[in-house]
T-cell receptor
């Protein structure tokens, strides 16, 4: 069965500093990978996704992520964070069953705190 | 504006009550999902649907049930709520073409069972 590990429960970054959130996955085939952001009291918003092709993917709000098959990783990065980036970030891998694409398996999330 | 809605946003209810959490989307998506999220934890898929009259159980066993009578509507029901059902429930929808498409999430319903 597939799984997603986000090793950092909390990360604190100063405003304007760079950010990297780690994600490792376990999946037998080529993975479909996603990063979502959840602001307090809100639903999840898709930041970016990787299906195939270029291993460096660009997303919304200035985020990017790099797929590294050899390390089973899909880390999220941003060169300069803003106070509005404070939120919960979830990495997810798409799940296939016999009937086709079913749902997503999520990591436990990383809580991002931005210091002024 | 195309969107996905969940009502109520917050619900506090006593043990043994029957509750229905509503989820509606205006995007014409065939596929819909329910996820359960405990505080500080990951989301777990509990139900999904490929379209009208289709319902499937997800990865996490749940005592809740779902129905899909209309494309835009995917309600979740608990016949007898218990404190162990206290959690956040997130509804999502996506296009369905056999592959993976972006899932659009509603704002969630935070359920507390006393």
């Amino acid at each position: 069965a597939q799984s997603v590990t986000q090793p950092d429960i909390h990360i604190t970054v100063s405003e304007g500093a760079s950010l990297e959130l780690r994600c490792n996955y376990s999946y037998g085939a080529t993975p479909y990978l996603f990063w979502y952001v959840q602001s307090p009291g809100q639903g999840l918003q898709l930041l970016l996704k990787y299906f195939s092709g270029d291993t460096l993917v660009q997303g919304i709000k200035g985020f990017e992520a790099e797929f590294k098959r050899s390390q089973s990783s899909f880390n999220l990065r941003k060169p300069s964070v803003h106070w509005s980036d404070a939120a919960e970030y979830f990495c997810a891998v798409g799940k296939y069953s016999g009937g086709g694409a079913d749902g997503l398996t999520f990591g436990k999330g990383t809580h991002l705190i931005i210091q002024p | 504006e195309a969107d996905i809605y969940q009502t109520p946003r917050y619900l506090v209810i006593g043990t043994g009550k029957k509750i229905t959490l509503e989820c509606s989307q205006t995007m014409g998506h065939d596929k819909m999902y329910w996820y359960q999220q405990d505080p500080g934890m990951e989301l777990h898929l509990i139900h999904y649907s490929y379209g009208v009259n289709s319902t499937e159980k997800g990865d996490l066993s749940s005592e809740s049930t779902v129905s899909r009578i209309r494309t835009e509507h995917f309600p979740l029901t608990l016949e007898s709520a218990r404190p162990s059902h206290t959690s956040q429930y997130l509804c999502a929808s996506s296009e369905w073409d056999g592959g993976f498409n972006e899932q659009f999430f509603g704002p969630g319903t935070r359920l507390t069972v006393l």
